[in-house]
């Protein structure tokens, strides 16, 4: 059994600019946005059928990775940390995700 148990997960709607994310590991394909959000919502639905109590966050609109949450920061139960993404131009999720 894993010593961690998630009882809460922030997710953040899909950017309508997703498709200018930066994906260096994987070769560039078009990106179906309404088939993103579909996944999307099945993912959030999959972690509250879990158990898991959902955060959404609005989306933004101007920041492509901004739905990938996990990247800029870790929630702990007696601390958050904000990380600081390699590339500059996520820096702004950063920022958004301390508020």
Known sequence: MSPFRFS???VREISRSLARCELEHLTRQAIDLERTRRQHAAYTKALESAG???SVLPEAPDLPDSSFVEDPVLV????AVICRPARASR?????????
């Open 8 to 10: 809460h997960a922030f």
């Open 76 to 79: 702990l139960d007696e601390i």
């Open 91 to 99: 820096a702004p999720e950063a920022e958004l995700m301390a508020r």
């Open 52 to 54: 898991v109590k959902v």
